[in-house]
């Protein structure tokens, strides 16, 4: 029977949320609309099967344009990725780019093995790997089919970047957008409505129901819970069906990303619960979540990046949980980093978790005394 109300709960305050067109437009529509915008602004060309591949013939012999060509070529005509090669272009951004270097054309020649060294720049990527092993078969092709040994010209793949790269701006921003999402939703969605319910006395008639205050408290949790984790899971398909954001890494990836998710609801969760100790009513409860929110937006990393950002701005961005979990999402779905390096970050939202529950109960305690 209890099980039963509160599921009813959940649903009724769920009910209330979506009443709520105000919230449901800044907390649901607008992270949509701002995807698009800033994608449309700042995303460039984000095709979903475009990988870029510039060529660098630093040997110059017939040997070498002719291998550039073939390589252009027969990429070109490759329909499930699309390779976007330039030959001795400005690599812009390029993915991969491949030197052909001084004396090729003498050893092929020869009968001697060549190597063409592939450099993977930025973040790894599933569509990179993809692009990776297809240029690895077409080199073997190219070998097989001019009569040479299938190990005379050798492709080598290094990943020249090292860990930490910036992302294109598509995953980049899809991470950013996630954490923002979670956190006004924690903050506006939890705390203003608290608030109002204890100003108004709505607690209080709950006193007198045969039903625990605190299941009431955590239906009231669960319904935010659902909310984020229904919208995040539609978040990241929109991302991927409109720019072809690949999101995760595989099963571990996903997994992790969802440790982190929890960690972060909790100390979002956390931070709005002191600010509900310490508001008088509930529009003070606004203006602190606000004024909190806007400050935090801009200097966390969420859409605009910090890196040239004055060193005590990103000192102090980095105290608070915010920042620390972007990161981290971050890293755990588009760079491969495991859970097990995502320390930090979960260390940063543990300690404002039992900080701002410890001081919100001490606030509490001395108000009802």
């Known amino acids: 029977m209890m099980l039963l109300t509160f599921i009813e709960i959940v649903f009724v305050d769920l009910k209330l949320y979506f009443r709520d067109w105000a919230a449901a437009f800044w907390t649901l529509l607008f992270p949509f609309l701002l995807l698009i915008l800033l994608m449309a602004a700042f995303g460039g060309d984000r095709h979903s099967a475009a990988v870029s591949l510039d060529i660098r013939d630093q040997d110059g012999s017939p040997q070498s344009t002719a291998y550039a060509e073939s390589l252009e070529q027969i990429l070109g005509r490759i329909e499930s990725v699309r390779f976007k090669v330039s030959v001795n272009g400005t690599p812009n951004g390029s993915a991969i780019v491949l030197t052909i270097p001084n004396g090729f054309g003498e050893r092929v020649s020869a009968h001697q093995s060549a190597t063409v060294a592939a450099s993977i720049r930025g973040a790894r990527s599933p569509l990179v790997d993809i692009a990776a092993s297809i240029l690895s078969s077409v080199n073997d092709r190219l070998n097989i089919t001019a009569g ?9 793949f290094a990943q020249q970047s090292k860990h930490g790269a910036e992302l294109p701006y598509g995953p980049y921003l899809v991470a950013g957008i996630a954490a923002m999402v979670m956190f006004s939703t924690c903050l506006f969605g939890f705390t203003v409505p608290l608030v109002g319910f204890q100003r108004s006395g709505y607690l209080k008639i709950l006193e007198v129901l045969p039903l625990p205050k605190s299941m009431f ?12 984790t229904v919208y995040v899971a539609f978040f990241f398909l929109f ?13 571990a990836s996903l997994a992790g990303f969802s440790v982190l998710a929890i960690f972060a609801a909790g100390a979002f969760l956390s931070i709005g619960l002191l ?5 008088p009513t509930r529009s003070a409860a606004s203006a602190l979540c606000s004024l909190v929110y806007f400050c935090l937006m801009f200097i966390s990393d969420l859409f605009i990046s910090t890196k040239n950002f004055p060193a005590f701005v990103n000192a102090i961005s980095s105290a608070f949980p915010l920042q620390p979990l972007v990161r981290a999402f971050r890293a755990q779905l588009f760079e491969g980093v495991p859970l097990t390096q995502q320390t930090g970050a979960l260390v940063i939202a543990s300690v404002w978790m039992l900080l701002c529950l410890s001081a919100s109960t001490v606030i509490l305690r001395y108000r009802s005394q």
């Open 275 to 279: 600010i509900a100790a310490i508001a």
């Open 239 to 251: 991302a991927y069906i409109a720019f072809g954001i690949v999101i995760g890494r595989g099963a």
């Open 217 to 228: 408290l955590a239906g009231f949790v669960l319904g935010r819970i659902l909310v984020l």
């Open 148 to 156: 040479r040994s299938p190990e005379l010209v050798r492709l080598s």
